[in-house]
């Protein structure tokens, strides 16, 4: 019997032989409690409108590679130059992945061992910083990451950081104090990159304030690679010296990190990120990462990568016509930031009636907060995860006026279960990639 075309295979198959159970049994055997925790996990992330706009849901194909044999592999170094032997099949893997990154951004050089996004900023600082050297980036109560030198992380510990903010007007990125400060400061590195952060970021003028101080530019677009590869946010690549990303936000791969860079940079970032920062590479991931960035050079992905920015503009219309003031007043990417000042109703209160209610997101400061940070006046959304599982415009109206239902009346029990039955009933329409409901 011929099989179906996605059925077909120019390698060996697995024997379709019955599990051996007694010798080396399925997790629901051998751990009952983590199979059904996963299980659980599965059916939160099927049954409810997850917004966080770091998070979104991996093919099927990119959790069979995460959950591959290549978890058994150690393999220091870099293909053609191991540390250990056996690397027969790495090595492919590997290249292929590198191979595929590149295409998929342009770039002349990736590294993609790093095991997240924090790893791989660090191994920049690594490659082209002492400790105590002079770095600037965006501080976080403005939307900057704790890795861009914020002063309970590492790279605020051990270098001199310099953190520039947005302006009080607009909030939006202050390239005047960029500048200001690079000029004081004269910063070896200038971190451009975000994490609650709605607008687009102006790379080529972060370039030239980069190359009046002798800076290296640092993109960080973990949150909008997958924007920049489906051509809905302007590419870095060719403007920065060097450009890191995790691999699982917008880009929907596995949980990972890499870093990309000119080829004269190549020897620095391997050197930083092994030896000088980590040992053996996750191939597992690494093959994960392969498989995501085929999918990220199909149309499909583009369609979704579109449909990201689509929701976001509409949801953020939408709940502003519900009220809600929105940070820089709308958004150019995937996030939307809200500051609940105006509904009375602090950020964390909020985000806590909202998941009850089926719809989850995080809470998080706002530019000038007057509130602490671990309870903040604002929440922080995302349209990944929804535009992965084909929601679009009609489901955004939907959102925007459940959210505001809920946000008024955040201790009122009923409405949060009535409102979580209905976003129930709607995922139901709208299968997540991954998932077998
Ligand atoms: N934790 C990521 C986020 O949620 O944006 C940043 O590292």
Request: hydrophobic letters at 40%; aromatic letters at 6%; a neutral charge.
């Amino acid at each position: 019997m011929r099989l179906a075309r996605e059925e077909t295979h120019d390698y060996p198959v697995r024997p379709m032989s019955s599990p051996p159970v007694l010798r080396d049994p399925p997790l629901a055997t051998r751990d009952p409690e983590i199979a059904r925790l996963v299980r659980e996990e599965e059916l939160r992330e099927a049954h409810k409108l997850r917004l966080i706009p770091s998070e979104n849901y991996v093919s099927r194909a990119v959790l069979e590679a995460t959950g591959s044999v290549l978890t058994n592999k150690y393999s220091e170094g870099y293909p053609g130059r191991r540390y250990y032997e056996g690397q027969q099949i790495i090595d492919q893997v590997e290249e292929l992945a590198c191979a595929r990154v590149k295409a998929l951004f342009g770039a002349e050089h990736v590294n993609v061992q790093p095991y997240s996004g924090s790893p791989a900023n660090l191994a920049v600082y690594l490659a082209f910083c002492q400790a105590g050297d002079p770095v600037l980036g965006l501080a976080l109560p403005a939307g900057g990451h704790l890795t861009h030198g914020w002063n309970v992380s590492i790279t605020g510990k051990y270098f001199k950081s310099f953190g520039y903010g947005v302006r009080p007007t607009d909030h939006r990125i202050d390239l005047d104090e960029v500048r200001r400060l690079a000029r004081e400061h004269r910063p070896k590195i200038i971190w451009c990159g975000t994490t609650a952060y709605p607008r687009v970021l102006e790379f080529d003028k972060f370039r030239e304030i980069a190359d009046e101080v002798g800076a290296k530019l640092c993109a960080d677009i973990s949150h909008i690679a997958g924007l920049v590869v489906g051509g809905v946010h302007p590419s870095p690549i060719g403007i920065a010296d060097v450009v890191t990303t995790t691999t699982h936000k917008t880009l929907r791969g596995p949980r990972g990190g890499m870093i990309l860079c000119r080829a004269e940079y190549a020897k620095d970032i391997d050197r930083a990120v092994f030896p000088g920062l980590q040992g053996g590479p996750h191939n597992h991931t690494t093959a994960a990462i392969a498989v995501a960035a085929k999918e990220a050079s199909e149309p499909e992905f583009k369609r979704y990568a579109e449909r990201v920015v689509e929701n976001a503009r509409v949801l953020a219309e939408c709940l502003l016509a519900e009220g809600f003031s929105l940070v820089t007043g709308g958004t150019d990417n995937h996030l939307i930031l809200i500051d609940l000042t105006n509904r009375n109703v602090p950020g964390k209160v909020a985000a806590r009636a909202l998941d009850r209610a089926g719809i989850v997101c995080n809470y998080n400061s706002v530019p000038f907060d007057k509130r602490k940070p671990f309870d903040p006046s604002g929440i922080r959304l995302g349209t990944p995860a929804i535009s992965s599982r084909g929601m679009g415009t009609d489901e955004m109206r939907r959102l925007a006026k459940w959210m505001s239902q809920v946000v008024s009346a955040p201790d009122d029990e009923a409405l949060g279960a009535r409102v979580a039955a209905e976003v129930r009933e709607l995922c139901q329409n709208f299968p997540p990639p991954g998932i077998v409901i």
